[in-house]
């Protein structure tokens, strides 16, 4: 390679990473997420930041937080420390977080051998997803995982494909770290004893090079949860929702194993949208004839499924209804939207989502057909074709990908939980890419447009989400500062009740929301709820819910 060409090519790749960052920067800029307040689960991880920043101790809200959590709570602490706790500075962490991960998928991507634009492509598809940057602008843990996990498998990958073990060893080092945020990035190392052995056999020498990082991340973890939890009273990994799926499992086996079809098609369908810009670029070369064939029957038995459920269980989009809903990202953590399902936020037309339900039933069809053709092309006996650097790292992305999987089919996930699949399927599209993105102007305008759609729609409904939230806040604030409200007499909302009142005893009742309400004689909703009347309603800023959309305080009547 020529002085000349090497400029040329590093050049290029200094203005895709000035393009993303101006990306992320005008959608942040957009969305207005300036706003000391709590979102979604993260004022249960803020509490943890704060101790740590104000008092210098490590305390976790060990009832509510199953997660590892310490490297995400380090990482919240690195960005309170000039100015002190807020959860501004806690946003700014993840919106770091979340651009070094769009920046390791595009290095991710030309370590794959793929070319600049279909690692810029891909590095935008995780930019523009919506659920991705709305998370982004919170301090839950879904982006540093994704992000940080991203980075460990960059530098994992780089170095196999280099034989450096520095890089090798950076990487593991970066996945321990990531295992501290969310112990399931424990896929890696499963993902890698499973490659090293379709690569090296059973030989001893071979097995003990596949085990020993998941052994390592194994007695960290065992650490964790007999001497950390314990001693230093960090959050417990005995998780309610895998607990849950094991349960179901003793008690009821049918219904469990019943339930795995239909949460993979779901799986499928999510996949398909979240990889949906380059989605139609997947080409896949591969010397099992056998391959396509069998990969156009899966794809086929996927839609037969989706299309038997649209029919008969009404199965349209969103289907998992947590950070997506029908009218814009959330969730609408009041109690008449999101418990009692009250019509006082707008709805509109459903046409709109059955034409997201098929386009996604498309998509999730050509991820299908994309993976099972890469099973079949892994499958061979030759251990030198099993040596081969695409077809050998394509097994460990497959594997690492298959154990994940794994477990969100049996116990179950939330749409946020998906968004590792984003770096995962784009390192699996850009390692068989063979640069395959030419000139063909059809798809690459369907690209474009696509991506663009969903950097709108994430800007202004994360706008809009953050908005309704401030209002609901100045609310909380005028109840408690001005009307001497205490938070035992409010429900203010999932997130006002679990940062205000989580330590206080509480009484639970089935007339009463389940986040922690003592008394509801007051309460923060979208609209009038019945045995409740009015007494304020303050509009709130938006570009999607419409001039009526407010919230309000409610009082009891007597």
Same mark, same amino acid.
């Given at each position: 390679?020529?002085?000349?060409?090497?400029?040329r090519?590093?050049?290029?790749?200094?203005?895709?990473y000035?393009?993303?960052?101006?990306?992320?920067?005008?959608?942040t800029?957009?969305?207005?997420?300036?706003?000391?307040?709590?979102?979604?689960?993260?004022?249960?991880?803020?509490?943890?930041?704060?101790a740590?920043?104000?008092?210098?101790?490590?305390?976790?809200?060990?009832?509510?937080?199953?997660?590892?959590?310490?490297a995400?709570?380090?990482?919240?602490?690195?960005?309170?420390?000039?100015?002190?706790f807020s959860?501004?500075?806690?946003?700014?962490?993840?919106?770091?977080?979340?651009?070094?991960?769009?920046?390791?998928?595009?290095?991710?991507?030309?370590?794959?051998?793929?070319?600049?634009?279909?690692?810029?492509?891909?590095?935008?598809?995780?930019? %523009? =997803?919506? +659920?991705?940057?709305?998370?982004?602008?919170? &301090? $839950?843990?879904?982006?540093?995982? #994704?992000?940080?996990?991203? @980075?460990?498998?960059?530098?994992?990958?780089?170095?196999?494909?280099?034989?450096?073990?520095?890089?090798?060893?950076?990487?593991?080092?970066?996945?321990?770290?990531?295992?501290?945020?969310?112990?399931?990035?424990?896929?890696?190392?499963?993902?890698?004893?499973a490659?090293?052995?379709y690569?090296?056999?059973?030989?001893?020498?071979?097995?003990?090079?596949?085990?020993?990082?998941?052994?390592?991340?194994?007695?960290?973890?065992?650490?964790?949860?007999?001497?950390?939890?314990?001693?230093?009273?960090?959050?417990?990994?005995?998780?309610?929702?895998?607990?849950?799926? %094991? =349960?179901? +499992?003793?008690?009821?086996?049918?219904r469990? &194993? $019943?339930?795995?079809?239909?949460? #993979?098609?779901?799986?499928? @369908?999510?996949?398909?949208?979240?990889?949906?810009?380059?989605?139609?670029?997947?080409?896949t070369?591969?010397?099992?004839?056998?391959a396509h064939?069998v990969?156009?029957?899966?794809a086929?038995?996927?839609?037969?499924?989706?299309?038997?459920?649209?029919f008969?269980?009404?199965?349209?989009?969103?289907?998992?209804?947590?950070?997506?809903?029908?009218?814009g990202?959330?969730?609408?953590?009041?109690?008449?939207?999101?418990?009692?399902h009250?019509?006082?936020?707008?709805?509109?037309p459903?046409w709109?989502?059955?034409?997201?339900?098929?386009?996604?039933?498309?998509?999730?069809?050509?991820?299908?057909?994309?993976?099972?053709?890469l099973?079949?092309?892994?499958?061979v006996?030759?251990?030198?074709?099993?040596?081969?650097?695409?077809?050998?790292?394509?097994?460990?992305?497959?594997?690492?990908?298959?154990?994940?999987?794994?477990?969100?089919?049996?116990?179950?996930?939330?749409?946020?939980?998906?968004?590792?699949?984003?770096?995962?399927?784009?390192?699996?599209?850009?390692?068989?890419?063979?640069?395959?993105?030419?000139?063909v102007?059809?798809?690459?305008?369907?690209s474009?447009?696509v991506?663009?759609?969903?950097?709108?729609?994430?800007?202004?409904?994360?706008?809009?989400?953050?908005?309704?939230?401030?209002?609901?806040?100045?609310?909380?604030g005028?109840?408690?500062?001005?009307?001497?409200?205490?938070?035992?007499?409010?429900?203010?909302?999932?997130?006002?009740?679990?940062?205000?009142?989580?330590?206080?005893?509480?009484?639970?009742?089935?007339?009463?929301?389940?986040?922690?309400?003592?008394?509801?004689?007051?309460?923060?909703?979208?609209?009038?709820?019945p045995?409740?009347?009015?007494?304020?309603?303050?509009?709130?800023?938006?570009?999607?819910?419409?001039?009526?959309?407010?919230?309000?305080i409610?009082?009891?009547?007597?």
């Amino acid at each position: 390679m020529t002085e000349w060409t090497s400029l040329r090519r590093d050049s290029g790749r200094i203005l895709d990473y000035v393009l993303l960052t101006a990306m992320w920067a005008v959608m942040t800029w957009i969305a207005n997420p300036i706003a000391n307040i709590p979102l979604n689960d993260d004022w249960t991880y803020a509490v943890s930041v704060k101790a740590l920043v104000e008092d210098g101790r490590f305390f976790f809200l060990t009832e509510w937080a199953n997660k590892t959590l310490v490297a995400h709570v380090l990482w919240g602490a690195l960005f309170c420390l000039p100015f002190g706790f807020s959860y501004n500075a806690l946003r700014v962490s993840q919106l770091a977080a979340g651009l070094i991960g769009i920046f390791a998928l595009y290095k991710l991507c030309l370590e794959l051998g793929a070319s600049r634009r279909v690692a810029l492509l891909c590095a935008a598809t995780l930019l %523009a =997803n919506p +659920l991705y940057f709305q998370i982004a602008n919170s &301090f $839950m843990t879904d982006i540093d995982f #994704t992000a940080f996990t991203t @980075l460990a498998v960059l530098w994992i990958v780089r170095g196999l494909f280099r034989r450096a073990s520095a890089w090798t060893i950076t990487g593991w080092t970066l996945l321990v770290l990531t295992v501290w945020v969310r112990e399931l990035a424990a896929m890696i190392p499963a993902g890698y004893a499973a490659f090293k052995v379709y690569v090296e056999g059973f030989r001893r020498s071979a097995i003990a090079k596949a085990i020993l990082p998941g052994i390592v991340i194994l007695i960290l973890l065992i650490i964790h949860q007999k001497v950390m939890v314990e001693w230093l009273g960090f959050p417990n990994l005995d998780n309610p929702r895998t607990n849950a799926g %094991a =349960n179901k +499992l003793m008690e009821k086996p049918l219904r469990f &194993f $019943m339930n795995i079809p239909g949460r #993979t098609v779901h799986l499928f @369908l999510y996949i398909g949208l979240y990889s949906l810009p380059f989605v139609p670029w997947m080409r896949t070369k591969t010397e099992n004839r056998h391959a396509h064939k069998v990969g156009v029957i899966a794809a086929t038995a996927f839609a037969v499924l989706m299309v038997i459920g649209m029919f008969m269980r009404g199965m349209i989009m969103p289907l998992l209804n947590n950070s997506l809903g029908s009218i814009g990202l959330g969730p609408f953590t009041l109690r008449d939207a999101f418990l009692l399902h009250l019509p006082n936020l707008p709805t509109g037309p459903v046409w709109p989502w059955v034409i997201v339900t098929l386009v996604g039933l498309w998509a999730g069809a050509k991820v299908v057909q994309f993976v099972v053709t890469l099973l079949f092309d892994v499958c061979v006996k030759s251990k030198e074709k099993r040596a081969e650097p695409r077809r050998a790292l394509t097994f460990f992305l497959l594997a690492a990908t298959a154990f994940y999987s794994l477990l969100m089919v049996t116990s179950g996930f939330y749409d946020r939980y998906l968004l590792i699949y984003i770096p995962m399927t784009a390192a699996l599209f850009a390692l068989n890419s063979e640069n395959v993105v030419n000139h063909v102007k059809s798809l690459t305008v369907f690209s474009y447009v696509v991506i663009g759609f969903f950097c709108i729609y994430g800007a202004l409904s994360t706008h809009d989400y953050i908005s309704w939230n401030r209002v609901r806040w100045e609310l909380v604030g005028k109840l408690t500062n001005q009307m001497g409200v205490t938070p035992q007499q409010l429900d203010g909302g999932y997130e006002v009740n679990g940062s205000l009142n989580f330590l206080q005893e509480k009484t639970m009742s089935d007339d009463k929301s389940w986040w922690w309400v003592t008394d509801d004689e007051y309460m923060i909703t979208f609209g009038a709820v019945p045995g409740y009347e009015i007494i304020e309603k303050r509009p709130f800023p938006n570009y999607m819910f419409g001039d009526d959309a407010s919230v309000c305080i409610l009082k009891r009547v007597e």
